[in-house]
C-alpha cells in the first residue's frame, strides 16, 4: 500500500446499507419482545413501552406524573432504595413520558439483569405513589414551570403547538401551575392501575442478549396482566385555531425573540412523507440547509435555524424553529418565506441535491452504528406500525428523488398562507 495516496471517495449514496433484522417472541401473556442481538460490550438495554401517554389523560400532568413516580417508592422499597439498587450494579433506569407512549428503560452490563429484572418488574406491579414524594414532585414541577415560563423558546413551543393542534387536542396541550397542584395520589393510581397494571406493553432489548433472556422476562413479567398492544390509538381530531399570526410580548426587558412558524402535515402513512423528508433537510434540516445558509452565515440574525416534522404517530405538524435578536425578528420570518419562495419557483442544483443525498445517507449510517441505535431505528418503526420495507424505501427515495418533485412539493407544502407564525419576545 502507498500511504502517500489517499484512497478513492466513495459517496454515502454508494453504500448498500441493511437494517439488521431482530428477533421476535412472545411472553405468556402475549407481551411481544423485539431483540438485536449485536455489539461487542456485555451491555444491555430493555426498554418497555407502554400506551400510557397523555393521549390517554382525562386531566392533565397526570400520565407524566405516574410515569414519573414509578420509581419513587413501592410497598418494599423508598424512593431511596429504589435508585441505590440501580446504582449499586452501575445500572441506569429512566423513565419518559410522550404523547401516546411512556418508556421504562434499563441500561445495564448483561450479567446482571437477572438481579434488576425484578426491581423494574416491583415498580410497575407495587408502585405506592407516597405523598411525600407526590409533594416533592408538586414543588419541583412547579419551580420548573415558573423558571421556563420566563422563557421565550419555552412559550413559543407550548404556543405553538396549541395554535396548530388546538390546546384541547393531546399534541397541543400544556400545563399550568393549577394543573399540578390539583394533582393527588388517587388521579395517579387510577392511572396505573389502568395503564401499567392491566394496560398494553411492547418490550425492546439490545446488547449482548443473554441466552436466557426469553425465560427471565417470562419469571418477571409473562405472567402479569399486561397484553399487546395494537400499535395504534384512537385518532382524535385536531381543532387548529382560525388566527394564524401571533406576537406575545413575555418578557420587556428580553434582549432576543423565539420564533416558531408551523403547518399541520401528514404522517408517516402518507405516500409524501419520504419525499418531503428530502425537501426538509434541503431546506433547514442540516447545517447546510437554505435557512441555516441565509440567516446564520449571510444575515448573522440567529445561531442555529432548523425545520423539521415532528415525530407523531397521528397527524403532525412542519416546524421551523429558531431564536433571533428582537429588532431582527421580523426579518428572519421574511427571509424564512423567501426561502420558501425560491424552492417553489427554481429547481435545485444537481450539486446541493447530492450534497443532501449523501449528508441523509450519512446520518442513517450512523444511526446504525451499534444495537441500540439499530433498535432505536426498528422502535421507531415498529410504534408507528410500519415494517422493514419502509427503511428500504426511505433509501430508495432519497437516491432517486428529482429536482423537479421536490419543486412539486415546494408548491404544495411550502405556502406561508398554511402555516401559523408565532413570535414570542
Known sequence: MDRKIAPPIKDAVEFDLQLKPYEYFTLDNGVPVYTINAGTQDVLQVELVFYAGNWFEDKKCVASATNFMLKNGTSKRTAFQLNEDFEYYGAYCSRACYNETAVISLSMLSKYLPKLLPVVQEMITDSIFPEEELAVYKQNSKQRLSVSLQKCDFVANRLIDAYVY?????????????????????????????????????????????????????????????????????????????????????????????????????????????????????????????????????????????????????????????????????????????????LREEPVGE???????????????????????????????????????????????????????????????????????????
Request: charge should be negative; charged fraction near 20%; aromatic fraction near 12%.
Open 351 to 425: 450539486e446541493e441535491l447530492s450534497l443532501v443525498r449523501n449528508y441523509l445517507m450519512g446520518t442513517i449510517l450512523g444511526d446504525l452504528d451499534g444495537p441500540f441505535q439499530i433498535m432505536g431505528r426498528w422502535k421507531n418503526l415498529i410504534l408507528n406500525n410500519l415494517d422493514g420495507n419502509y427503511f428500504y424505501d426511505s433509501i430508495k427515495t432519497i437516491k432517486q428523488i428529482s429536482a423537479e418533485e421536490l419543486s412539486a412539493l415546494a408548491k404544495k407544502y411550502l405556502v406561508p398562507e398554511d402555516f401559523y407564525e408565532l413570535v414570542v419576545i
Open 166 to 342: 388546538g390546546e384541547q387536542h393531546p399534541y397541543g396541550t400544556y400545563t399550568n401551575a393549577a394543573d399540578i397542584d390539583a394533582l393527588d395520589t388517587a388521579m395517579l393510581k387510577k392511572y396505573f392501575q389502568q395503564y401499567y397494571l392491566n394496560g398494553s406493553c411492547v418490550v425492546f432489548a439490545s446488547g449482548k442478549i443473554p441466552a436466557n433472556l426469553q425465560e427471565q422476562l417470562n419469571a418477571n413479567f409473562g405472567k402479569l396482566s399486561i397484553s399487546k398492544p395494537t400499535f395504534s390509538v384512537d385518532n382524535i381530531l385536531s381543532k387548529p385555531v382560525s388566527e394564524k399570526k401571533y406576537r406575545i410580548q413575555n418578557d420587556p426587558n428580553g434582549v432576543q425573540g423565539a420564533i416558531r412558524i408551523a403547518r399541520p402535515f401528514p404522517n408517516r402513512h402518507d405516500p409524501d412523507f419520504m419525499k418531503v423528508m428530502v425537501l426538509n433537510t434541503l431546506f433547514g434540516g442540516f447545517f447546510g440547509s437554505r435557512l441555516m445558509s441565509n440567516i446564520r452565515e449571510d444575515k448573522g440574525y440567529t445561531y442555529g435555524i432548523h425545520s423539521y416534522v415532528q415525530n407523531h404517530l397521528q397527524q403532525t405538524a412542519w416546524m421551523i424553529s429558531t431564536e433571533a435578536g428582537k429588532d431582527v425578528c421580523e426579518a428572519t420570518v421574511e427571509e424564512v418565506y423567501k426561502e420558501m419562495k425560491l
